[in-house]
């Protein structure tokens, strides 16, 4: 189970625990990962359950066909229930079940149990106890909870910005240039939305910058103080004497005013060309 606030990167931890259980030989290199959002249809239980674990002909009007649900699709696999506090009490105890026995029926099914192989991570913003059956939980192995952006290191947020530079860079293929100062304010500025908000800003920060670089058929692709939100540019004043001294430490060259991100080099060489790298 996965927690954490909204925008923490619970979903791509989920998917980042697929790619790294395939690699490992854990999982098949064809293992599927099946997502499904609980939120989408919290509001009607039987047609989330039909969602989930599917139905046969005639289990309810408009049923006219037997059809596999999700948790079929993701056999061999792993199945991944975002806002899971969204199941119903009925839904948590049938997911108790499958966690138990491996072992389910579609809706409308009379017949015996299906067996599937699967793995589920489920992800919620809410406090478990206040959400979730003490059953269910008694089935829960392992509890992650992940930080808010404010209370990640420094070091961590750098290497954030830089990635979604970075993919924005190798998005437009092209450098993506920027001044310390820039730097600065991204690392430090407050993200409500936490990681989610901080790739989105910059994301729209370079399309600014990208449409600037097109229209006006600037030289290069270059991110200034006036391309960035007003909410961004609220970060300037968390500094002092004109620049951080925590990344200071943490850059190859602290003097270095000019960066340069280029979408057509690997992620681990912007990394060490800025950042310095812990001795193995």
């Avoid at 047609?47 to 079929?72: H, I, N, W």
């Avoid at 970075?166 to 500025?189: C, F, G, M, N, P």
């Avoid at 901080?198 to 097109?214: G, H, P, Q």
């Avoid at 968390?238 to 690997?266: A, C, T, W």
């Amino acid at each position: 189970m996965i927690t954490g606030p909204t925008g923490v990167g619970k979903s791509q931890f989920a998917y980042c625990m697929h790619d790294y259980a395939r690699k490992c030989g854990i999982l098949k290199k064809d293992a599927p990962m099946v997502t499904f959002n609980c939120a989408n249809y919290a509001d009607n239980p039987q047609l989330l359950m039909s969602q989930l674990f599917g139905y046969v002909k005639g289990a309810y009007t408009g049923a006219d066909k037997d059809m596999p649900g999700l948790v079929e699709l993701a056999d061999e696999g792993i199945l991944f229930l975002d806002e899971i506090h969204r199941l119903s009490p009925e839904g948590q105890e049938k997911l108790f079940f499958l966690i138990d026995k491996g072992e389910f029926k579609r809706m409308g099914e009379t017949g015996k149990e299906r067996r599937v192989n699967l793995r589920l991570i489920g992800a919620t913003t809410e406090t478990l106890e206040d959400c979730m059956l003490n059953t269910f939980l008694r089935r829960v192995s392992v509890h992650i909870l992940l930080p808010s952006l404010a209370e990640r290191s420094v070091k961590e947020r750098l290497i954030l910005v830089f990635y979604f530079l970075w993919k924005e860079a190798q998005k437009i293929k092209q450098r993506i240039h920027l001044s310390r100062d820039i730097i600065d304010i991204l690392v430090h500025y407050k993200c409500v939305a936490n990681i989610g908000q901080l790739e989105s800003d910059i994301r729209l920060t370079c399309a600014k910058v990208y449409f600037n670089y097109i229209s006006e058929k600037e030289d290069m692709i270059r991110i200034k103080f006036h391309h960035i939100s007003s909410g961004i540019q609220q970060g300037i004043f968390v500094k002092y004497e004109g620049k951080s001294r925590v990344l200071d430490e943490i850059m190859v060259n602290p003097d270095e005013n000019h960066f340069i991100v280029d979408g057509h080099q690997s992620f681990d060489e912007t990394l060490e060309r800025y950042i310095k790298q812990e001795a193995k």
